[in-house]
Structure formats: structure tokens, C-alpha cells
């Protein structure tokens, strides 16, 4: 197949090996037939003393072997000077077309051992050896063909789709008739019905509830960036940051770019890694099926077996031959099948299938890694090499926590040398390092900044011995289905007791299922433990016992891949944040994990299955134990996965989980209704936890969401709330969060509900009782969208109990205030706290004249910052607090801001005239800006209100 082929010192008779056919074509009269040989060993067959091989040392030469190879695969072949012997080893089909009337007529030798026909003369032997390449006639032939076949059946389509008809009712059920009984051939099989229920049953985990898929912060950001790809046309050489900081290779925007390039809805993204999970699922089993169970069907490595069955097994020296074992079928469909059940069901290989981020994608190539690697190690195959390299590139190209693969495979190389091909290694190593140079690129550009990051923080958690031991205890959670309550927080003990605390007997039912720690995932974390050290010692049984002719690898593999994370946990520095090791960092380890799982329970059935325990009457209720334990505990992963997907859609879990898609995706939806049916909406102003669109979490989700289709203005929301109030134009308020202040003024200019989104039972946050009466509080948690008719500027203006026009050279014009010219600090005006009162100041500002660098300053979180004093006759400060409440990005001409600050009174402060000081700092760099005069003259600093008169 190869097509190489040894190159020998001396041309007097060629070296021993493998040849191809010879066959003697001759006309049906000739006394002598046709004889063909194929395959057959040169030892086989008598040789004389003067032709024998003098020196059967063969040279290296790389250029004769790269040359056979291409060779042998274009179909070219050595056309030698003279009609002499060949060279020595195997060589190709050498044709003497002779006349069918001649007395002997020309052999024909393809691939035949050159002992075979007569050797000619002394003086007809070759004295310039080296081959010309020449196309075959044969090849050509074989080119044509395929040629002619195609443009057949080019004829063939045009001839049926160019005059179309409608199929006949007999060809329809003829092809229904076939089509159903090649599906019930396959259906009788038990395996397969088996294999279909557990495949679906995957596919309806994976599918079922796209809309509950997580959606934050860090999915908004990857597909952010996959949508540049798409639609703005920019390719990036870098992917989204990692908890550590360190920027990631790209690969990962472009996968999701491809179900970009359809919609920018994330259950089209999620979808698609669902189904390529679901594909996975189906190779791992294809391959356990294959390889493993007790004496699983399978190949082996240097062993001779010329009588196939028999006991008697030698070690051949010298030769390496890759022969198919039989073996026991029902072990290696038990242990198949179990570990696709197993991880079809599993809630956490579940909730990273569904995943957006890189381990959606990791879990899969994972497995189609391991796929390649058992092809090329284990049935050695040449292109299992290329495919694993090139499938192990692209997992490092798309997330960093593909490193302990890439450890693993240079492991497996050093343990298992003879069966490396290194040349195909080459291959695969020169595709994959295709897909780096973008990313190598930027690092070059940027002084390798960020893997000089990940090798210093490897180094750190090469000395952190808690990383061992988070890294175990992460990889057994997520084998195990443990640490699901640490999803649903704030809401975990209405999933630890089911919804069912208030009745005593369905409290009972729920205790049973749902209590902590529970019984079935605390059982199956230890026996995956237990599985680690158990195919451990079938690595080292089946190197030990060569004679039971099992290939030690298939377990070395699974020991080394589980031992892995748990002696070099350091791998894992570039995914692994402070908080410790998550079970999305330990995605690609998953599937050795069901794998040796299912591995230990198969091995508990053959253990008493054996013939010295079978006869005892204990033995069969032992299996049977053993094989309802299995089928629990794929039953309790299927309710687990369904009753988290179930308590995710009806309850709070932003704490853990997060808030799903299917609330996002219906307040989109109603600011999209909005916006196209009433007029004056295409500007919607938002009070969400944060402003800022490419940092915080809500604001990322509505300009995703909302992109290119409505215009969203966020106001911050906090100690400083601010408003724009609906002067010369049409105000529509969408409140995601409470604001107590902003409530009550929309209700003095007689909002309208338009619209509302009831989120889950999300906690509300603690209300200072400055900010808000307990009549303004609610106990539901509600998205609104609220709509106040525009009115008049100057009507608007009146009311504003202080009014003045003050302005900075920044671009805003104070132009009145809300605070009472004489107060009495007492409990009927200011709310009091530990450190004194607390007082609210209501400015009113605009824009006009914004200088230009202003916006560009308004791309940081926050670029300017206002202040406000509190001084005393002295010009002592004695109360402060700042926050404008608006990002510079979003300052227009035309706007009326209204914005609050709370002042702290402190407990002290005496009786007598006070004034505000109002100004405006950059928060680059502490520079003040200037209040101005009409003409732009410079002022002072801050803009002075007051006198204000305080009795106590």
C-alpha cells in the first residue's frame, strides 16, 4: 500500500521480503497457464547459491523511499536502461508483450519475486540501474475511466433533472418498501435498538430547552467576537481573554462564526455543539465497542499468529504484523454501551454540551482524539497519526485546556516508540502548524506576552500542592454529577428539598431524592475512583501476560490520561482562575473517565461470572446487583440533568447558573415590538446593573441582542442614580433592576406601563432607606418598560426648584438644583445611618459644545467623574460624593439629565450657612475641568450653589 521499498548494496539477487504478483499470460492454447503469486515470503521459495543477496544490509537513503512512495501512489514505475535484472527488493509490474503464435510466449510479472523467472544473461544485466519515471498505461487507463464515469454521470443527471417528471407511485413504494426493511434488519439486533434509545435520549438532553442555555457575560464576549468575523469582515489573530488573563489562540470565534452566518440567535450556536456532542457520543462507543471489554476485538503488535485459534503464540523477531484478534463480544458490547449511557446522561457532560465557550467543543474533539490516537497506536495505521496531530492542534488553538492532551500524546510517543510513524507525524504537525501562525504572529508582535504569562503560571501551580487535589476533586464532580447545588444559588435549598418543604410527605420523597450529600452521586464518585487505580492494573496485566494476547496500550492510555491531571495539575494554569479548578477546565478528561468507569463495572460482572463462582447460588443475584446499580445510575443522571433544567427555568439562579436565554431573549423581543410599533422609540434608555456594553454583564446582553436595531442608553446605577427626563421628546424607560428614585419621578410625570417580562424569583437587592419607602419596594421581580409623553422644555424646566445656567469647558451646563435654601436636619427630611445623615442632591444638567476627545474618553468604564462638596464658611470640606451617572459615550446636545448624589451629613456638623461646590474631574488623570463663563473664560474650578442655611 505504501509502496516503499529497500535499497541494497549489491544487484545479484534480490533481498528478502514481501513481493507483488507474478502472473505468465500465454494464450488458451499454450501448454503453459497462467501462475500467480501474491504476497508470498522469499524463504517460501528455493533460491540458488548465485542468487542470493551478498550484503542484505539496506542503505537509508530518504530519497529513494520518498520516491517508491510517490511512486506508488500516482501509479508511476521504474523504467530501467536495459532488459537486465531489477533491483534488488520489490519491484513493480514489468509487461514483454509477445506474439500469441510464439512457442513461449513473454511473461508478465507483477510484483513477483525476482527468483521466479530465469535470470538472463551476464551480459544482459543492467549496468545503469537508476529508474526513469514513467507513467503506467495501466494508470492512465484506470484515470480515464474515472474520468469518463463522472462526466456519465454528469449525462445521467442533466438527462434525468432536465426533463423531470414525478416518480411513480410503484418506485415510491418500492424504495419505502427497502428503506423499512433495512431499518427492521438493523432494529432486530438488541445492541442496536439499545444504542438508537440511548443516542436519542442524548440528542433530547442535549436539544431539549435551548432556551435555558446559560447567556452572560462570557458567551456574549465569544460570540461577539465570532460576529466581527461575520459582520464586519475583521479576522482575528486572538481569541476572548481567560480568567487568568491570558489571551487564547482564535479558533473558537471562528467556529461560532459559522452559525453566525445564519442568525445571531445563541440556540442556533448551541444547537450545533449539541449535535456535534451528540456525534461524539456515537464514535466513543464505536471505538469501546472496538477496543475494549475482556478480550475485546481488536489488533495487536509484533505477534506472529500463522495458525489463526491456535494456543500456541510465538513472538516474531524481526517482523511487525498488525492481526485482527477475535474476542468477547458481550463484554465489549456491555462496556460500550455503558459508557455511552453513562455520559448521554451525566448533568454536567449535559450543561457543557450546551455550552457556547471552548468546552463545548473540547469535550467533543476530545473523543475524535482519542479516536485517531487508538487508530494509529493500537491498528497501526499511518493516517491515524496525521489526523491525531492535526485534531490536537486545533484543540490548542481553540482553548489552552488542551495542554494535558498535548502532554499525554508526547508520553505515549516515548513509551510506544516502535509504533510512531514520524513521518506522518511530520505531516500532521505541519498541517496543524498552519492554523498557529496568525496567533504566533501577534505574540511575536507583543513579545510573547502572554506565554510568558502561562509559563509563569504554571510554574506557580507547579508548587501549589492544593491544585492536585482541586483538580481531582473537580474531575470526580463532574464524572459524578456533584456540586449541581453550587449552580443554583441563591435558590439551593428549593433544590435540595424539591419545592416540597411546605408538605410533609412530598418533603420525605424530595429529602430522598434531592438531599445532601446524596447517596447515588457520593457511590459513583467512589467507584470512579476506584477505576483509576483498577485500569491501572490492567495496563500492567496485560504488559505482564503477552501471552493472552491483549495490547496493554487500550488501558495504559485511560490510566495515563486519569493519572494526568492529578500529578500535573499545572497544565491546566491557563483556564484555572483564583477560585479554583471548575468542571469546564476538566472537560477533556471526561471521557477516559466514563470509559474506565464502565470498564470497572464490566470487570465486577466477568468477576463473578467466573467459572469457579458461577456455581454457587449467590453469584447470579451479585450480577444482578451489579447490572441494576448500572441501570440506576443511568436513570438518576437522566433525572438529575432533567430536574436541573426544569429548576433553572422557574427559579433564581443568577448567583451560579445565571440568568437563562429565555428571559433575555423575551425583553429583546418586547423592546423590538416597541420599537417598531409605536413612533419616537427607536431610543430606549436602560437601568441595568452597570453601563458599560463591552464589561458589564447586562448591558453586553441587550446591545448583543439588540445590535443594529434599536438605540440603548445605559445609566449607571448606584449611589448616584440619573435620568433623562422626556423634554421636546417621547422618554421610553426600560427598568431590568429597581431604582426607587427614578420610579418616583416617572410616576410624577404619569408613566405607562407598555410592556413587561417576569424574570424567575430573583432576590431583589437591599434598598438603602434613603433611596426608597417600603411602598416602592416589589415582591416580584419584573422587567418594565414604561413610556412618558414628551412635554414642553420650558414647562419641564419650571420645575426645577432652583434654576441657574453654570457651565464647564467639558461640554455640560448646570442649569438648576434641587436642595432647599433652609432645612432643619431632623427625620422627616433625611434618613439616618451609624455616621450621621444622609441627604439627596438633585442637579438638572445638558450638553452643548462637547469637545470632540470627549467620546473618545467615554469608551473607559468611566471617564469623567462629578463631585460635589459640602463646605463651611472656611472653606473646609465637610461632606462629599460624586458620580455624574451617564458615560460620556452617550452625551448628546438636546439631552435634560437629571442626577442624584447622596451626601453623608456628618453626625457633628453645627448650625450655620454652608455652599456646594460643583465640578467635573478626569479620572485618568485627576484634572479638573474649568467653569467657564458665556464667553469661555476660565472661572474657577468648581461651579459655586448656595448659601445654604442648616439648623438642628
Given at each position: 500500500?505504501?509502496?516503499?521499498?529497500?535499497?541494497?548494496?549489491?544487484?545479484?539477487?534480490?533481498?528478502?521480503?514481501?513481493?507483488?504478483?507474478?502472473?505468465?499470460?500465454?494464450?488458451?492454447?499454450?501448454?503453459?497457464?497462467?501462475?500467480?503469486?501474491?504476497?508470498?515470503?522469499?524463504?517460501?521459495?528455493?533460491?540458488?547459491?548465485?542468487?542470493?543477496?551478498?550484503?542484505?544490509?539496506?542503505?537509508?537513503?530518504?530519497?529513494?523511499?520518498?520516491?517508491?512512495?510517490?511512486?506508488?501512489?500516482?501509479?508511476?514505475?521504474?523504467?530501467?536502461?536495459?532488459?537486465?535484472?531489477?533491483?534488488?527488493?520489490?519491484?513493480?509490474?514489468?509487461?514483454?508483450?509477445?506474439?500469441?503464435?510464439?512457442?513461449?510466449?513473454?511473461?508478465?510479472?507483477?510484483?513477483?519475486?525476482?527468483?521466479?523467472?530465469?535470470?538472463?544473461?551476464?551480459?544482459?544485466?543492467?549496468?545503469?540501474?537508476?529508474?526513469?519515471?514513467?507513467?503506467?498505461?495501466?494508470?492512465?487507463?484506470?484515470?480515464?475511466?474515472?474520468?469518463?464515469?463522472?462526466?456519465?454521470?454528469?449525462?445521467?443527471?442533466?438527462?434525468?433533472?432536465?426533463?423531470?417528471?414525478?416518480?411513480?407511485?410503484?418506485?415510491?413504494?418500492?424504495?419505502?418498501?427497502?428503506?423499512?426493511?433495512?431499518?427492521?434488519?438493523?432494529?432486530?439486533?438488541?445492541?442496536?435498538?439499545?444504542?438508537?434509545?440511548?443516542?436519542?435520549?442524548?440528542?433530547?438532553?442535549?436539544?431539549?430547552?435551548?432556551?435555558?442555555?446559560?447567556?452572560?457575560?462570557?458567551?456574549?464576549?465569544?460570540?461577539?467576537?465570532?460576529?466581527?468575523?461575520?459582520?464586519?469582515?475583521?479576522?482575528?489573530?486572538?481569541?476572548?481573554?481567560?480568567?487568568?488573563?491570558?489571551?487564547?489562540?482564535?479558533?473558537?470565534?471562528?467556529?461560532?462564526?459559522?452559525?453566525?452566518?445564519?442568525?445571531?440567535?445563541?440556540?442556533?450556536?448551541?444547537?450545533?455543539?449539541?449535535?456535534?456532542?451528540?456525534?461524539?457520543?456515537?464514535?466513543?462507543?464505536?471505538?469501546?465497542?472496538?477496543?475494549?471489554?475482556?478480550?475485546?476485538?481488536?489488533?495487536?503488535?509484533?505477534?506472529?499468529?500463522?495458525?489463526?485459534?491456535?494456543?500456541?503464540?510465538?513472538?516474531?523477531?524481526?517482523?511487525?504484523?498488525?492481526?485482527?484478534?477475535?474476542?468477547?463480544?458481550?463484554?465489549?458490547?456491555?462496556?460500550?454501551?455503558?459508557?455511552?449511557?453513562?455520559?448521554?446522561?451525566?448533568?454536567?457532560?449535559?450543561?457543557?454540551?450546551?455550552?457556547?465557550?471552548?468546552?463545548?467543543?473540547?469535550?467533543?474533539?476530545?473523543?475524535?482524539?482519542?479516536?485517531?490516537?487508538?487508530?494509529?497506536?493500537?491498528?497501526?495505521?499511518?493516517?491515524?497519526?496525521?489526523?491525531?496531530?492535526?485534531?490536537?492542534?486545533?484543540?490548542?488553538?481553540?482553548?489552552?485546556?488542551?495542554?494535558?492532551?498535548?502532554?499525554?500524546?508526547?508520553?505515549?510517543?516515548?513509551?510506544?516508540?516502535?509504533?510512531?510513524?514520524?513521518?506522518?507525524?511530520?505531516?500532521?504537525?505541519?498541517?496543524?502548524?498552519?492554523?498557529?501562525?496568525?496567533y504566533l504572529y501577534y505574540q511575536n508582535l507583543h513579545r510573547l506576552i502572554d506565554l510568558r504569562l502561562l509559563a509563569r503560571e504554571m510554574v506557580r501551580d507547579a508548587g501549589e500542592l492544593q491544585r492536585h487535589t482541586q483538580t481531582l476533586r473537580a474531575l470526580v464532580a463532574a464524572?459524578?454529577?456533584?456540586?449541581?447545588?453550587?449552580?443554583?444559588?441563591?435558590?439551593?435549598?428549593?433544590?435540595?428539598?424539591?419545592?416540597?418543604?411546605?408538605?410533609?410527605?412530598?418533603?420525605?420523597?424530595?429529602?430522598?431524592?434531592?438531599?445532601?450529600?446524596?447517596?447515588?452521586?457520593?457511590?459513583?464518585?467512589?467507584?470512579?475512583?476506584?477505576?483509576?487505580?483498577?485500569?491501572?492494573?490492567?495496563?500492567?496485566?496485560?504488559?505482564?501476560?503477552?501471552?493472552?494476547?491483549?495490547?496493554?496500550?487500550?488501558?495504559?492510555?485511560?490510566?495515563?490520561?486519569?493519572?494526568?491531571?492529578?500529578?500535573a495539575p499545572f497544565f491546566l494554569a491557563g483556564v484555572t482562575d483564583a477560585q479554583g479548578v471548575s468542571p469546564a477546565a476538566v472537560a477533556v478528561f471526561l471521557p477516559a473517565g466514563f470509559v474506565a468507569l464502565a470498564i470497572m463495572l464490566d470487570r465486577l460482572l466477568l468477576f463473578?461470572?467466573?467459572?469457579?463462582?458461577?456455581?454457587?447460588?449467590?453469584?447470579?443475584?451479585?450480577?444482578?446487583?451489579?447490572?441494576?446499580?448500572?441501570?440506576?445510575?443511568?436513570?438518576?443522571?437522566?433525572?438529575?440533568?432533567?430536574?436541573?433544567?426544569?429548576?433553572?427555568?422557574?427559579?433564581?439562579?443568577?448567583?451560579?447558573?445565571?440568568?437563562?436565554?429565555?428571559?433575555?431573549?423575551?425583553?429583546?423581543?418586547?423592546?423590538?415590538?416597541?420599537?417598531?410599533?409605536?413612533?419616537?422609540?427607536?431610543?430606549?434608555?436602560?437601568?441595568?446593573?452597570?453601563?458599560?456594553?463591552?464589561?458589564?454583564?447586562?448591558?453586553?446582553?441587550?446591545?448583543?441582542?439588540?445590535?443594529?436595531?434599536?438605540?440603548?442608553?445605559?445609566?449607571?446605577?448606584?449611589?448616584?442614580?440619573?435620568?433623562?427626563?422626556?423634554?421636546?421628546?417621547?422618554?421610553?424607560?426600560?427598568?431590568?433592576?429597581?431604582?426607587?428614585?427614578?420610579?418616583?419621578?416617572?410616576?410624577?410625570?404619569?408613566?405607562?406601563?407598555?410592556?413587561?417580562?417576569?424574570?424567575?424569583?430573583?432576590?431583589?437587592?437591599?434598598?438603602?432607606?434613603?433611596?426608597?419607602?417600603?411602598?416602592?419596594?416589589?415582591?416580584?421581580?419584573?422587567?418594565?418598560?414604561?413610556?412618558?409623553?414628551?412635554?414642553?422644555?420650558?414647562?419641564?424646566?419650571?420645575?426645577?426648584?432652583?434654576?441657574?445656567?453654570?457651565?464647564?469647558?467639558?461640554?455640560?451646563?448646570?442649569?438648576?438644583?434641587?436642595?432647599?435654601?433652609?432645612?432643619?436636619?431632623?427625620?422627616?427630611?433625611?434618613?439616618?445611618?451609624?455616621?450621621?445623615?444622609?441627604?439627596?442632591?438633585?442637579?438638572?444638567?445638558?450638553?452643548?459644545?462637547?469637545?470632540?476627545?470627549?467620546?473618545?474618553?467615554?469608551?473607559?468604564?468611566?471617564?469623567?467623574?462629578?463631585?460635589?462638596?459640602?463646605?463651611?464658611?472656611?472653606?473646609?470640606?465637610?461632606?462629599?460624593?460624586?458620580?455624574?451617572?451617564?458615560?460620556?459615550?452617550?452625551?448628546?446636545?438636546?439631552?435634560?439629565?437629571?442626577?442624584?448624589?447622596?451626601?453623608?451629613?456628618?453626625?457633628?456638623?453645627?448650625?450655620?450657612?454652608?455652599?456646594?461646590?460643583?465640578?467635573?474631574?478626569?479620572?485618568?488623570?485627576?484634572?479638573?475641568?474649568?467653569?467657564?463663563?458665556?464667553?469661555?473664560?476660565?472661572?474657577?474650578?468648581?461651579?459655586?450653589?448656595?448659601?445654604?442655611?442648616?439648623?438642628?
Amino acid at each position: 500500500m505504501v509502496g516503499w521499498r529497500p535499497r541494497f548494496r549489491e544487484r545479484s539477487a534480490p533481498a528478502e521480503g514481501l513481493v507483488g504478483a507474478a502472473t505468465h499470460d500465454s494464450d488458451p492454447d499454450n501448454e503453459h497457464t497462467s501462475q500467480q503469486v501474491q504476497g508470498a515470503l522469499v524463504s517460501d521459495l528455493p533460491l540458488s547459491a548465485e542468487e542470493r543477496v551478498g550484503d542484505p544490509r539496506p542503505s537509508s537513503g530518504w530519497r529513494q523511499r520518498v520516491r517508491g512512495r510517490v511512486s506508488a501512489v500516482l501509479g508511476w514505475r521504474p523504467r530501467f536502461r536495459g532488459h537486465g535484472a531489477p533491483v534488488e527488493g520489490v519491484v513493480e509490474a514489468a509487461t514483454h508483450d509477445s506474439d500469441h503464435d510464439s512457442e513461449h510466449p513473454s511473461p508478465q510479472v507483477q510484483g513477483a519475486r525476482v527468483s521466479d523467472p530465469p535470470l538472463p544473461a551476464e551480459e544482459e544485466r543492467v549496468r545503469d540501474p537508476r529508474p526513469l519515471l514513467r507513467l503506467k498505461r495501466g494508470a492512465l487507463l484506470r484515470w480515464k475511466g474515472g474520468v469518463d464515469r463522472l462526466a456519465g454521470l454528469c449525462r445521467s443527471w442533466r438527462r434525468r433533472w432536465g426533463g423531470w417528471s414525478p416518480p411513480s407511485m410503484w418506485w415510491l413504494t418500492s424504495r419505502w418498501r427497502r428503506l423499512v426493511g433495512r431499518v427492521g434488519t438493523y432494529l432486530r439486533d438488541p445492541e442496536h435498538r439499545i444504542l438508537l434509545s440511548l443516542l436519542v435520549l442524548a440528542a433530547i438532553l442535549r436539544l431539549a430547552y435551548l432556551d435555558l442555555i446559560p447567556f452572560g457575560r462570557d458567551q456574549v464576549r465569544h460570540l461577539a467576537a465570532a460576529w466581527q468575523i461575520v459582520g464586519q469582515g475583521q479576522l482575528p489573530m486572538v481569541g476572548v481573554e481567560t480568567p487568568a488573563g491570558i489571551l487564547p489562540p482564535p479558533l473558537l470565534s471562528y467556529l461560532l462564526a459559522v452559525p453566525l452566518l445564519v442568525g445571531r440567535d445563541p440556540r442556533m450556536v448551541a444547537g450545533m455543539v449539541a449535535l456535534l456532542n451528540v456525534g461524539a457520543l456515537l464514535a466513543l462507543y464505536r471505538l469501546v465497542r472496538r477496543h475494549y471489554g475482556s478480550y475485546a476485538e481488536g489488533t495487536l503488535r509484533g505477534w506472529d499468529t500463522r495458525a489463526p485459534g491456535s494456543a500456541n503464540i510465538t513472538r516474531a523477531s524481526g517482523e511487525v504484523n498488525s492481526t485482527r484478534i477475535p474476542g468477547n463480544a458481550s463484554s465489549a458490547r456491555r462496556v460500550a454501551l455503558l459508557a455511552l449511557g453513562l455520559m448521554a446522561v451525566a448533568p454536567w457532560p449535559v450543561l457543557l454540551a450546551r455550552d457556547i465557550g471552548p468546552a463545548g467543543w473540547l469535550l467533543p474533539l476530545s473523543i475524535f482524539w482519542m479516536y485517531a490516537l487508538f487508530v494509529a497506536l493500537v491498528e497501526l495505521k499511518p493516517w491515524g497519526w496525521v489526523a491525531c496531530c492535526v485534531l490536537l492542534a486545533a484543540m490548542l488553538y481553540l482553548d489552552l485546556a488542551a495542554l494535558p492532551l498535548a502532554a499525554l500524546t508526547v508520553l505515549l510517543m516515548i513509551l510506544y516508540p516502535r509504533r510512531v510513524r514520524w513521518l506522518e507525524i511530520a505531516i500532521g504537525l505541519c498541517l496543524g502548524a498552519v492554523l498557529f501562525l496568525p496567533y504566533l504572529y501577534y505574540q511575536n508582535l507583543h513579545r510573547l506576552i502572554d506565554l510568558r504569562l502561562l509559563a509563569r503560571e504554571m510554574v506557580r501551580d507547579a508548587g501549589e500542592l492544593q491544585r492536585h487535589t482541586q483538580t481531582l476533586r473537580a474531575l470526580v464532580a463532574a464524572l459524578s454529577g456533584q456540586g449541581l447545588e453550587a449552580l443554583v444559588a441563591p435558590s439551593t435549598e428549593a433544590f435540595l428539598l424539591g419545592d416540597a418543604a411546605g408538605d410533609t410527605e412530598s418533603s420525605v420523597v424530595a429529602l430522598l431524592l434531592h438531599g445532601a450529600p446524596n447517596a447515588l452521586n457520593w457511590l459513583q464518585g467512589w467507584l470512579i475512583i476506584l477505576s483509576i487505580p483498577t485500569v491501572s492494573v490492567l495496563a500492567v496485566r496485560a504488559w505482564s501476560r503477552w501471552r493472552e494476547r491483549q495490547d496493554s496500550y487500550k488501558y495504559a492510555v485511560l490510566a495515563l490520561w486519569l493519572w494526568l491531571p492529578l500529578l500535573a495539575p499545572f497544565f491546566l494554569a491557563g483556564v484555572t482562575d483564583a477560585q479554583g479548578v471548575s468542571p469546564a477546565a476538566v472537560a477533556v478528561f471526561l471521557p477516559a473517565g466514563f470509559v474506565a468507569l464502565a470498564i470497572m463495572l464490566d470487570r465486577l460482572l466477568l468477576f463473578f461470572e467466573r467459572s469457579t463462582l458461577a456455581r454457587h447460588w449467590w453469584a447470579p443475584m451479585w450480577r444482578l446487583l451489579v447490572m441494576a446499580l448500572c441501570l440506576v445510575l443511568i436513570l438518576w443522571g437522566a433525572y438529575q440533568t432533567t430536574y436541573l433544567h426544569g429548576f433553572v427555568g422557574e427559579h433564581d439562579v443568577s448567583a451560579g447558573y445565571g440568568i437563562p436565554y429565555r428571559y433575555w431573549r423575551r425583553t429583546a423581543n418586547l423592546v423590538r415590538r416597541v420599537a417598531l410599533d409605536q413612533p419616537g422609540a427607536g431610543e430606549i434608555w436602560v437601568y441595568a446593573e452597570g453601563d458599560d456594553p463591552t464589561q458589564d454583564e447586562q448591558p453586553m446582553v441587550l446591545d448583543y441582542l439588540l445590535a443594529d436595531q434599536v438605540r440603548l442608553v445605559f445609566f449607571r446605577d448606584g449611589d448616584h442614580p440619573a435620568m433623562f427626563l422626556p423634554a421636546g421628546r417621547t422618554g421610553y424607560y426600560l427598568l431590568l433592576n429597581p431604582s426607587p428614585l427614578v420610579e418616583n419621578t416617572l410616576r410624577q410625570f404619569g408613566a405607562q406601563n407598555v410592556g413587561e417580562v417576569r424574570f424567575p424569583d430573583r432576590a431583589l437587592p437591599a434598598q438603602d432607606p434613603a433611596e426608597s419607602s417600603p411602598a416602592l419596594l416589589r415582591e416580584d421581580s419584573v422587567v418594565r418598560l414604561q413610556r412618558v409623553e414628551a412635554r414642553d422644555v420650558e414647562r419641564v424646566l419650571e420645575l426645577i426648584p432652583t434654576r441657574g445656567l453654570w457651565a464647564l469647558d467639558a461640554g455640560l451646563r448646570l442649569v438648576g438644583y434641587d436642595w432647599p435654601s433652609h432645612m432643619t436636619l431632623g427625620p422627616t427630611f433625611l434618613a439616618t445611618s451609624s455616621t450621621g445623615t444622609l441627604a439627596p442632591l438633585a442637579t438638572y444638567w445638558t450638553f452643548s459644545d462637547i469637545p470632540a476627545d470627549i467620546y473618545e474618553v467615554g469608551r473607559n468604564a468611566e471617564g469623567h467623574r462629578l463631585f460635589v462638596y459640602l463646605v463651611d464658611a472656611e472653606g473646609a470640606i465637610r461632606a462629599h460624593c460624586g458620580g455624574l451617572g451617564l458615560a460620556e459615550r452617550y452625551w448628546q446636545p438636546g439631552y435634560l439629565l437629571k442626577q442624584w448624589c447622596v451626601l453623608p451629613i456628618p453626625a457633628d456638623l453645627s448650625t450655620g450657612e454652608y455652599r456646594f461646590l460643583v465640578g467635573l474631574s478626569r479620572v485618568a488623570d485627576g484634572n479638573l475641568s474649568l467653569y467657564v463663563d458665556e464667553y469661555g473664560r476660565p472661572l474657577g474650578e468648581a461651579i459655586p450653589l448656595g448659601p445654604l442655611t442648616i439648623e438642628r
